[in-house]
């Protein structure tokens, strides 16, 4: 499903270059849970955003269900990337000015699918994280939990093949934590491919698999 090869990514300022990922070799397959842990800094955004192509590596190849997409135009990669990519981050990354509704329509616009439905779809995946409920209220009216359950939400309205989570229970407590986690573990039964990066030993036990980051280079 994602395929990296001799992945390098360098960061360079004025005044400094920093190597943050090293010859990365991954496979993700189909239907996988996958996690990333590793010390701060070492690369396991990058290595995330590389993933879903956010982040142009500085070599090698990534493919996305086969298609080799590094030769993609900037427009190509936003369409695949709408097309089959939910992201979830650690500080949700809501609109404050909309209702949690209009939040999780947010990726159907770039669809243009229209009003009717795109309400309807939005509405489904509210269900599926439980909120319901909270259709018409603002993300400031909402716990932490339920502002990454409309993030969830967001992320998976246009039916994604693969979820990609930067550390999404980081600013939650245990309990809305482990909450967080069941929904990502359902989605992942459903079919969803899930990468997610953790300081969680015990969200990581939860996963298929571990992939531990040092210093940019896979070391497990
Ligand atoms: N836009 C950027 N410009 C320059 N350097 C960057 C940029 N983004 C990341 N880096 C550097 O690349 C390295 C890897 O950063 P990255 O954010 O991927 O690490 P991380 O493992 O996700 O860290 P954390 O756990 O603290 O979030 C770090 O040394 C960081 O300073």
Do not use: W
């Amino acid at each position: 499903m994602i395929h990296l090869q001799n992945i390098e990514k360098v960061y360079r300022t004025s005044t400094i270059e920093t190597l943050a990922l090293n010859n990365i070799n991954l496979d993700i397959k189909k239907g996988e849970f996958v996690s990333i842990m590793g010390p701060s800094g070492c690369g396991k955004s990058t290595l995330l955003n590389v993933m879903g192509l956010l982040d142009e590596p500085s070599k090698g190849t990534v493919q996305l269900d086969g298609q080799p997409v590094t030769k993609y135009t900037d427009k190509e990669l936003a369409k695949l990337r709408n097309q089959k990519i939910g992201f979830i981050f650690q500080s949700f990354h809501l609109i404050n000015d909309l209702t949690v509704l209009d939040n999780v329509e947010i990726p159907l616009l770039y669809r243009s699918t229209n009003g009717k439905p795109r309400q309807e779809y939005a509405k489904e995946a509210l269900a599926k994280v439980g909120l319901s409920n909270r259709m018409k209220h603002f993300p400031k009216q909402l716990s932490g939990g339920q502002k990454q359950r409309v993030a969830i939400a967001r992320a998976i309205v246009g039916n994604p093949d693969i979820i990609l989570a930067d550390e999404p229970t980081g600013n939650l407590d245990s309990a809305m934590g482990n909450e967080i986690m069941t929904i990502l573990q359902d989605l992942n039964n459903e079919g969803a491919t899930i990468v997610m990066v953790t300081h969680d030993e015990q969200m990581a036990k939860r996963t298929h698999r571990l992939i531990r980051l040092f210093d940019g280079t896979q070391v497990l």
